[in-house]
């Protein structure tokens, strides 16, 4: 860069004449050539004091101490019963792997329907398992978890579907398999040759869709923020729960990189795309932030509160601050998204920026494109169970109950089920879905268990 010079006058003080002297003026030039920002250097190594993905030992130290003094009136207590009393989390849960997975249209992919709920539940239920284990103790749990990550890996060879959606696969059971291996990696019965078969299963299957995703945006002919937040978070998560999980550098430094940088919907700043504003009903001191797909609807945009705090959760064991990077950036969109979705609603009109979705891009398809200009009432008060993990967090950082109101509303709401204490739960739980009930993907697409792990009042 050309450097830009001036000549410039001083005075030099009195002080440094000899005698009875007046001030002079001296001629000088000085280099004002605006400073380059210095480049930023990701880690070339990072700690990992196993467990430290998702949970780690003092997560389960915490919520051992809760089960230990079994108080009816403790949430993570009491989500704990609710843990033990899942239908995943029981010893002899029979996994049922599929050779060909798939999410999606089933179109010649040799299989007759979509099947992505065996792996949503058998992913659920080796991490539900592997979880009472390190807190029960109890060894029948882990045995059991392990027998399901062994039996995917010996069976599963294929991920895919004859549409994009193979790639949620991929992505949120990705992560869920990842962490359930994570949690047993130092399992004295999990047999060397199992796990390392387990790592290459992962790595040679999962992890390159992931990969491939992330560095296209989803292929060819498509823009780069064609495909949904959600759906970059997802196999960002994959990849980091996988890196951590398998002590590879290269891949956390990748999710890293296109969190903090990148060019998809899963980038910082493409899923929070506009600046926070102030709180028109003043009951945060936290500016709000509406996300990618506010305007879309609830369900997705709940959603990428639930898969981008369990990220930002696993990225900050290792040392990696997407919680507070920005300025605390992504809680000023937990904040929006919990004002908009718990009880009570808020009076005031929820400020909202006009977001133009795939309107006039290079996408090979025209006729998607939407232009979004209030923040969607469709799917409003979805839950999703990550409430906890976020309020839990930012109060252990010295954040104030002002400045994590909605955050705080939501996270108690949640510890309720038809007014009975429950803790908000996990993956496979009935609430996380709009379907009166009925078992779908929905159910699946996080892991949850924040107030068994996260709770800390």
């Known amino acids: 860069m050309k450097k830009t010079l001036i000549t410039i006058l001083a005075a030099v003080p009195a002080l440094l004449c000899a005698g009875a002297c007046t001030d002079f003026l001296y001629e000088g030039e000085v280099d004002l050539t605006p400073k380059e920002e210095e480049e930023f250097v990701y880690p070339t190594t990072y700690e990992f004091n196993h467990p430290c993905a998702y949970v780690t030992m003092d997560d389960i130290n915490r919520a051992k101490a809760a089960v230990a003094a079994a108080d009816e009136t403790d949430p993570a207590y009491k989500c704990w019963l609710e843990l033990c009393d899942s239908k995943y989390a029981v010893k002899g849960y029979t996994a049922n792997p599929v050779e060909i997975l798939v999410r999606g249209d089933p179109a010649g992919t040799g299989v007759s329907s979509q099947n992505v709920l065996n792996a949503g539940r058998d992913a659920a239920a080796a991490f539900e398992l592997a979880l009472r284990y390190h807190i029960s103790g109890n060894r029948d749990y882990a045995t059991t978890a392990v027998k399901i990550l062994n039996d995917w890996a010996a069976t599963c060879t294929k991920i895919t579907s004859n549409d994009a959606d193979f790639n949620l696969a991929a992505g949120f059971q990705g992560y869920q398999f990842a962490n359930a291996a994570e949690l047993l990696r130092d399992f004295d019965g999990w047999e060397e040759a199992d796990q390392n078969a387990f790592k290459t299963w992962m790595t ?12 296209t945006h989803g292929g060819e002919n498509v823009c780069n923020l064609h495909y949904w937040s959600n759906w970059e978070l997802a196999n960002l998560a994959s990849i980091l729960a ?63 509160s639930a898969v981008c705090a369990e990220l930002c959760q696993m990225a900050w064991n290792i040392g990696i601050d997407f919680w507070g990077m920005e300025d605390n950036l992504v809680l000023s969109m937990f904040e929006y998204t919990a004002m908009y979705n718990s009880n009570p609603y808020p009076t005031v009109e929820m400020p909202f920026t006009e977001y133009s979705y795939c309107t006039g891009c290079e996408c090979r398809n025209q006729t998607h494109g939407a232009i979004h200009t209030a923040v969607s009432s469709d799917g409003r008060g979805t839950i999703r169970p990550c409430w906890d993990l976020i309020y839990s967090h930012y109060k252990s950082e010295g954040l104030s109950d002002k400045q994590l109101h909605y955050t705080k509303q939501f996270a108690e709401q949640l510890r309720y089920t038809d007014g009975e204490l429950t803790g908000d739960c996990g993956a496979g739980d009935s609430r996380y879905n709009n ?13 949850g268990w924040g107030t068994l792990l996260f709770y800390q009042e």
């Not at 430094?253 to 998809?264: A, S």
């Not at 379907?435 to 892991?447: L, M, P, R, V, Y």
């Open 204 to 215: 040679t299957l999962w992890y390159p869709i992931n990969h491939e995703f992330i560095t």
């Open 242 to 304: 996988i890196g951590i999980y398998t002590e590879n550098v290269e891949m956390i430094n990748f999710v890293y990189q296109n969190f903090r940088e990148g060019e998809g919907s899963g980038a910082l700043h493409n899923m929070i795309p506009y600046a926070p504003v102030a709180d028109p009903a003043g009951l945060t001191a936290t500016p709000i932030a509406q996300c990618m797909e506010s305007g879309r609807d609830q369900g997705h945009a709940t959603l990428v």
């Open 435 to 447: 379907k009166d009930g009925a078992e779908t993907t929905s159910n699946f697409d996080q892991i």
